[in-house]
């Protein structure tokens, strides 16, 4: 069984690519749940949507987040009536976000409402969220301290970051059908999608429970760079880097993650880095790792999967 961390854009389309290449029994994909917010009294949950729509192919190829052949009505009725209108809820999108804060309200957890949408959506493989405790990602900027979303849409990146605090992730614990993988000794390998190591694989990690597991763990972790050539495919994370005063390249990344991760999958464009990222003794696959499509991006998996099953006959 191959576990998959995920986060955004980057994290849905490696997703895909690993559900294409592996049966529902051989992966799961646990997601970021840092991003969540109420919004308009809705609860949304940006990172499992985004793979959901995408592992269910009906996700906006554009934005990389919410539906395709979206209508916008509501966002123009609310505008009109002097509503929040800079957080975009489509028309078809606000259909989950309004039955996951029913189903909520009703007392179900998020694994109940992931598993119940994703079942409807014709997912087949298991959309975990990293807890189903309230998690929520703070970032720390020249101008305070902003919630996520306010950072991420509303400012548009624009701050500069300082760091970064997940509330309630101390006393958060790994979403059930995780802890029983973790418990399970079946997980064979652990895949680290291409998603920000800051906003949406660090709060994964920040759950106490799965850090202390990858920390004992008898399985190789792999982790796809999610920056090629000193720059993001989508998303902040080299600016980040750059504000972190940390080295924005997958050498940086590398060095960021440490021992978490015992393999880097990185692009053609970074070769030069190969022998730095093994100087740390990490082992380092290149390939092309940029997903313009669902056949780039079932390829990567393959070479992804075949590079953990490696990697898992050397783990001591
Ligand atoms: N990102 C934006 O930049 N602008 C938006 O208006 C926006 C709306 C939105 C609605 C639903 C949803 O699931 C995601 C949405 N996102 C939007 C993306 C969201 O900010 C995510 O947190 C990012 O994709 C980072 O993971």
Redesign the pocket.
């Known amino acids: 069984m191959i576990v998959a961390l995920a986060?955004?854009?980057g994290g849905a389309r490696l997703a895909v690519g690993l559900a294409a290449v592996l049966p529902p029994s051989q992966l799961s994909v646990v997601v970021n749940t840092g991003?969540d917010f109420e919004h308009l009294g809705l609860h949304?949950s940006?990172?499992l949507?985004?793979v959901m729509y995408t592992l269910a192919g009906v996700n906006n190829p554009k934005t990389?987040?919410?539906r395709a052949d979206e209508r916008w009505q509501f966002m123009a009725a609310l505008k009109a009536l002097g509503g929040a209108d800079w957080?975009?809820?489509g028309d078809r999108?606000l259909a989950v976000h309004v039955l996951r804060t029913q189903a909520m309200r009703a007392g179900l957890t998020l694994s109940e409402v992931t598993a119940d949408l994703a079942q409807r959506f014709g997912i087949r493989h298991a959309l975990l969220p990293m807890t189903d405790a309230p998690v929520r990602t703070r970032v720390r900027t020249a101008q305070g301290e902003l919630a996520f979303?306010d950072y991420?849409?509303r400012e548009r990146c624009r701050p500069r970051v300082q760091g970064f605090r997940f509330v309630g992730s101390r006393s958060a614990t790994p979403a059930p059908a995780l802890r029983k993988l973790m418990r399970s000794g079946k997980v064979t390998g652990l895949v680290i999608c291409p998603s920000n190591p800051f906003v949406?694989v660090a709060p994964i990690l920040a759950v106490p429970a799965i850090r202390a597991w990858l920390r004992q763990r008898d399985f190789p972790v792999v982790a796809v760079s999610p920056i090629v050539g000193g720059a993001a495919l989508k998303g902040p994370a080299a600016k980040m880097m750059r504000e972190l005063k940390l080295d924005a390249s997958a050498a940086g990344i590398a060095r960021h993650y440490g021992r978490l991760v015992d393999g880097w999958v990185i692009d053609r464009a970074d070769a030069k880095l190969q022998s730095a990222i093994e100087t740390m003794g990490r082992r380092v696959l290149v390939t092309d790792t940029i997903m313009r499509d669902r056949r780039k991006s079932t390829t990567l998996a393959r070479e992804v999967v075949g590079f953990t099953r490696l990697l898992a006959k050397e783990f001591k």
């Open positions: 986060g955004g854009v991003d949304v940006p990172d949507d985004t990389g987040w919410g957080f975009n809820l999108d979303q991420f849409v949406s």
